[in-house]
């Protein structure tokens, strides 16, 4: 019975692994279906690099809708390509919370990291406002323009902080829709001028500094939090 227990625990550890890559893989392969390679291409190409660069939606998404008229692209394509890039936040923010377990069994890392949820948690749980504040600060984390601010560091930074999950992967899916969709909107109807400025090498340079204090804000204030639960605890 022991081994029947322990070999079902071992493969729902490796299920919730591979299930954010497998919903991937699914999702990607079925865009074959409803458009020509030529585009998968450009898509699958944004969805890419907005995984694996450090850069952000106001960067992925225009080089993308640039891709897309170049090949002379439906409307239903871009619509499509703001999609795949919300999608990645979704499919990144999955894996983190699903298995953000292994994080904490990490020794002495683990230790560390459990005790920082706990005192956040805490303290943003002792306000009515608290919580919700902290899940909108979130959501307005990920929708922001800025390099650094997508869902990968959206979902380990809200799990830091010891907020629920469930409410995590919400907050990261809002956010990226928040951002994703009007950056859409306005490189599809202002390219030209859109993609100009966003990848100068001025803008960029700003656009990873702005990134950068952001995320160290958030940072911030997860130290304060952990700070202040411990004088609490003690």
């Known amino acids: 019975m022991r081994a029947r227990s322990r070999l079902g625990e071992i493969l729902f550890r490796l299920g919730l692994f591979v299930l954010p890559f497998a919903l991937a893989f699914v999702y990607v392969v079925s865009l074959l279906a409803v458009m020509s390679l030529e585009a998968w291409y450009v898509i699958f190409g944004g969805m890419a690099t907005y995984l694996l660069a450090p850069v952000g939606t106001e960067i992925v998404i225009p080089v993308v809708f640039v891709g897309l008229f170049g090949i002379g692209a439906q409307p239903l394509l871009f619509a499509l390509a703001v999609t795949s890039v919300v999608l990645v936040d979704a499919f990144t923010a999955l894996f983190f919370l699903w298995n953000w377990d292994l994080v904490e069994r990490v020794p002495r890392l683990g230790g560390v990291v459990r005790r920082i949820e706990e005192k956040c948690h805490s303290i943003i749980e002792k306000r009515r406002w608290g919580e919700r504040a902290t899940y909108a600060a979130l959501a307005a984390y990920v929708a922001m323009p800025f390099q650094m601010t997508g869902g990968l560091f959206g979902s380990v930074l809200g ?39 966003l990848t100068s090498p001025t803008v960029q340079i700003v656009g990873l500094t702005a990134g950068i204090l952001i995320t160290a804000a958030f940072v911030g204030a997860i130290v304060y939090l952990y700070a202040r639960g411990r004088r609490i605890a003690d």
């Open 159 to 197: 799990r830091i902080m010891g907020l629920d999950r469930t409410k995590v992967f919400l907050a990261v899916a809002a956010g990226s829709l928040a951002g994703g969709v009007p950056m859409g909107l306005l490189a599809y109807y202002f390219i030209g001028p859109v993609y100009a400025a």
